[in-house]
């Protein structure tokens, strides 16, 4: 395992390079790389019914740290992930969500939005925050807040959080692990819950776990390449 060097804030520092040289893979292994990789992605889906059997620790964070590799705005790493497996806390979470998902499902949504979701069969009960062995809450930490209450802006930290995420997912479903990005709203209720200082804003909710027995997920298609890749 790699070791690294304690990360302490660099603003207004000087820009201090340093080289950077990796071993240019052989063609015709990346090709291999990248195909396995595509059908391997091709497989993911996004569960909602999860079996309770635990799952390795060690593999949940070393997903988490292979999402904190994400590049982000300034370089300034704006989030954190808070790893949850008390049965009582998840409980609370869950209560505290489906409270908001009542609500929304009764209206507060708008029928355009819940046509969106009829496809899903997804409603206002949310199993998968308890049923799941363990919850990644992601928070975005919408400036840095130092010790003596200090603060500086950060930028770029939706979309820096948002590529942490997807690197999560990718690495949670290549290490055997299914997962689900949940985000109730509003989502107040999570920092008030985990305790989270004031900085930070809750992102998305993360189930993770294993596929129940019983699982089933909607019948859909994804977009084709062709669909989405434009060349120039």
Known sequence: MSTSVQW?????????PVPYRPARMPAEESLARAAE?????????????FSADPVPER???????????????????PWTFVLVK????RARIRAAAE?????????????????????????????HLTDAPALIVVFQQRYWLGPDGERRKHYYVDESVGIAVG??????????LAALVHTPSPMRFLGEVLGRPVNEKAFAVI????PADDCQVPDLV???????????
């Open 167 to 176: 690197m999560l997912l990718s690495a949670l479903h290549l290490s055997g």
């Open 207 to 210: 189930p993770v776990g294993y």
């Open 37 to 49: 990789l595509r059908e391997r992605m091709a497989d993911r889906r996004t569960v909602r019914r």
């Open 86 to 89: 008390d049965p009582e806390v």
């Open 59 to 77: 593999v949940v964070r070393d997903a988490i740290a292979c999402a904190a590799t994400a590049p982000s705005g300034a370089h300034q790493q």
């Open 8 to 16: 302490t804030p660099t603003h207004g520092e000087p820009y201090r």
């Open 222 to 232: 994804r977009k084709s390449l062709d669909q989405v890749l434009v060349e120039v």
């Open 99 to 127: 409270e908001e998902e009542r609500v929304s499902y009764a209206g507060r949504l708008g029928e355009e939005w819940l046509a969106a979701l009829r496809p899903l069969g997804t409603d206002e009960v949310k199993p």
